[in-house]
Each structure stands twice: as C-alpha cells, then as structure tokens.
C-alpha cells in the first residue's frame, strides 16, 4: 500500500510499504482522506515536542485527521461496532482504559496514552491504516464528504465551548480564521447570541462572515471588554493579551490555539476583571457529538477546503500549508484516487 511519510527534517515521500497485519481488538480502515495542519508541519520542521524527545522517529506515517471505511476485523467485533464497509473516523487520542486518568474520564491524561498519527500508532496518510476498534467512531450514512477529515479538529472546539459552558446570550469574539477558528465560528452562530471573527488576513475575516460571523475585525481594531467569552485559535502569543483586551469583566479566554512564544501580562488584571481562562485539551470525549454536527449543517466542511490533492502530492500539500496562504484553510491528501 502507498503511506505518506515524513523521513527527515523537510522531508517527505510517498513509499510503498506493507498493509498494516491484523491485531487483537482492531479493524483495518481503508483511508479516503486525510488533512494535514499545523502539527503536522511541527513534525516536518522538526520542532514537533514528540520528536524533540523521541515519541516520533522518522520515517514516520502521518495523519490525524482522515477518515475511511473499514474492511475488516482481526477477530469478532463488539457489538455496536461498525460494520465492514462502514465509514468511520478514527480518533487521535487512544487511552489505555485502565489507568486512574481513564477511569476519572480524563483521557488526555492517561499514562499509557497514544496519538494517532503523532506517537505510538501510525497515522491514516495511507491507503490503510490499523485502528483500536473502540478508538473509531461511525459516521451515518450520507454523511457529507469531506467533512469526515474536520471531524478531529473540529471535536477541540466542542471542547472550547463545552469547558466555557457556553450560554445563548454570550457575545463571542473568536481569534483566528484558519480551520479551528472558522470552525468555532461556525458552531457560535448556531448557539449563541452573536459572534463576531478576529483576525489579521482579510480573505480569512471574509470566511468567517461566509461562516456566520456578525462582524469580522482586525486585531488592532476589534472592540475592547465587549465580549463575555474569547476563543482563542489563532495561535500566535500576542493573541492572549489581545483576548484580555476583548474581555468584558467575568469572561471567560478558552485557549485553543497553542503560542510557542511568551507574553507579557499582569496578571492582577486577571482577578481584578474576574476572568476564568481555561486551557483545551484536544477533545477526545466529543466525537459523537461533532459528527452530528456536521450531519445536522451547523458544522460545514465546504466553505474550509482549500485544497484536495491526490496523495503522490504529499510535497506540495506540505509545501501549500507551509506558504501561509489565505483563504480557505484545510488541505486534504484524496487516498481515493489510483488506487488498485
Ligand atoms: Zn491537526
Ligand atoms: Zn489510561
């Protein structure tokens, strides 16, 4: 089968390895698409904490956020499982189910923890990929493609909203415009009184109006405490203090997007405007519940894809994401096409 690799620092290629051998408990998933994103690009540039200390080796298989149909169990299925031929997403984040983390439901926690794509279990940038069975959740037939491959991104932002306690009177500023922020976007529309798109790159701000924003701002010009809940996907550091700046007394700042570099602020002005900032985790528990979203519309993929490639085009995707262009953000690499 053809993976899609990544085997050195601004390296990739697509190289015919062996399909992936049955083992207890998991089910053989032929992959149909798989977006790459920022983290991936961390891996490639070598900058990646799981290959600063060890956790990925080159060459390593990609992909974190794909989907496909399964073709086959090593042994019987629990019930409930999927059926062979059915579509399913994998999920990034595979517990052990065993350690004090996992029995409290803090999967993000657990120990023995493997990630999909990232660490301890090959991604699904190949034709086939091998999956825990409990680690797939089903997608419903007629399920709109390709929005199985935003499903993963997409469950942090539920995570967002689920850890701020999200209200129908919140006025939302969301911080970014790229896949998690559209996304984030997209959800607050449905579910509160008013969002409105912070960002600096105007092709970006007129998607997240496309997406239901009430108003679309450039970060030196968005309204200062007018918000009572910030969600932060820009991932640039600066976009911290300027979430403390949109901020209404009692907010609540959920930090989605992950800064490598460091701010200064005083955090007096935390206690004193009574701000609850939450750090979100990816959000494992979710899945379920972000499927139905994009079966019901409110989550909606077309408006993010900017570019399908087939998977020979591993380069070039990595070489688009790395441009930084505007518009739409997600790429994908289409495991359909060519294949025998
Ligand atoms: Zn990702
Ligand atoms: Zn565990």
Redesign the pocket.
């Known amino acids: 089968m053809r993976a899609a690799r990544i085997t050195g620092v601004g390296r990739t290629e697509l190289a015919e390895v062996p399909v992936p051998g049955p083992a207890p408990g998991t089910a053989l998933v032929r992959t149909r698409r798989a977006g790459i994103c920022g983290t991936d690009l961390e891996i490639l540039h070598g900058t990646s904490a799981f290959v600063r200390d060890g956790r990925i080796t080159f060459p390593h298989v990609f992909g974190h956020e794909w989907y496909g149909d399964v073709v086959a169990y090593a042994d019987e299925p629990p019930p409930g499982a999927p059926r062979v031929g059915d579509s399913v997403v994998g999920r990034t984040m595979v ?9 409290a439901q803090r ?1 993000q ?5 493997s990630e999909t794509g990232l660490y301890g279990l090959d991604g699904g940038a190949a034709d086939y990929v091998r999956m825990p069975v409990h680690a797939l959740t089903p997608l419903p037939a007629g399920f709109p493609e390709p929005a199985g491959a935003l499903v993963e991104p997409a469950v942090s932002v539920v995570e967002a909203y689920t850890r701020a306690r999200l209200a129908f009177d919140d006025r939302i500023a969301v911080v970014g415009t790229g896949t998690m922020g559209l996304l984030a976007v997209q959800f607050a529309a449905h579910h509160a009184a008013r969002v409105d798109a912070v960002g600096i790159d105007e092709a970006g701000l007129e998607l997240a109006r496309r997406c239901g924003a009430a108003a679309v701002h450039h970060a030196d010009a968005a309204p200062e405490g007018a918000y009572s809940l910030i969600v932060e996907a820009s991932g640039a550091a600066s976009a911290f203090t300027g979430a403390l700046r949109l901020a209404e007394r009692g907010a609540r700042i959920a930090m989605v997007g992950v800064a490598q570099q460091p701010v200064t602020f005083h955090p007096g002005e935390l206690s004193l405007q009574g701000l609850d900032i939450l750090g979100i985790q990816h959000g494992v528990a979710h899945y379920d519940r972000t499927v139905a979203l994009f079966r019901r519309g409110i989550l909606d993929a077309a408006p993010l894809v900017g570019h399908t490639l087939p998977a020979e085009a591993v380069g070039e995707a990595f070489a688009l994401l790395e441009e930084g262009r505007s518009g739409p953000p997600k790429i994908l690499l289409d495991f359909t096409a060519e294949r025998d």
Do not use: F, S, V
Not at 109 to 113: G, K, S
């Open positions: 517990p052990c189910g065993r350690c004090p983390a996992c029995h999967a926690m657990c120990a023995q923890l």
